[in-house]
């Protein structure tokens, strides 16, 4: 983990920026290809079904989407049909994300780092690693630091 100003490097396809944050999208963005960007607010997906709706629709997934957390990770590590060799997913206010169910804010957060782990890396010019598929979770100064150990905690347990 690599820790900035206010910027946290969880993996190469997991950042946490705190709001006014001291990442710039120019080192999340590849050096070419075309990127898909989608940009989700945490406060508008409160509970389950609000969250796959949000993403249904900023992520177009397809209609066969069934609606559950096997599917959610399903599409997430497919996006075959946004015709894009990137995808970089924005979600402001992500201390908010699912506040009304900690279970499946658990399945949220698993099923994200599940798909980034399943996404391939590419080395750009100047070294640093990029993910085909990056998430930036931006939240306030006083939630990066739990919203940070919680997802080491997920790695910890994926990885075991």
Request: net charge negative; charged share 25%.
């Amino acid at each position: 983990m690599k820790e900035e100003a206010q910027a946290i490097h969880i993996a190469p396809w997991m950042h946490i920026v705190t709001t006014g944050g001291g990442l710039h999208l120019d080192e999340l963005l590849p050096a070419s290809g075309s990127v898909y960007v989608a940009r989700l607010n945490g406060q508008d997906m409160p509970d389950e079904m609000s969250a796959f709706q949000k993403f249904w629709e900023s992520l177009k997934f397809p209609d066969y989407f069934g609606w559950n957390w096997h599917a959610f990770y399903d599409c997430l590590r497919d996006l075959q049909w946004l015709s894009s060799d990137y995808h970089i997913l924005i979600i402001e206010s992500a201390e908010s994300v699912l506040s009304e169910d900690e279970l499946a804010r658990e399945e949220f957060f698993k099923s994200l780092w599940r798909a980034g782990q399943r996404w391939s890396y590419t080395k750009r010019p100047e070294g640093v690693t990029l993910s085909k598929f990056s998430v930036v979770l931006s939240c306030d100064k006083e939630s990066a630091s739990s919203l940070a150990r919680r997802l080491r905690e997920i790695q910890d347990q994926l990885s075991a």
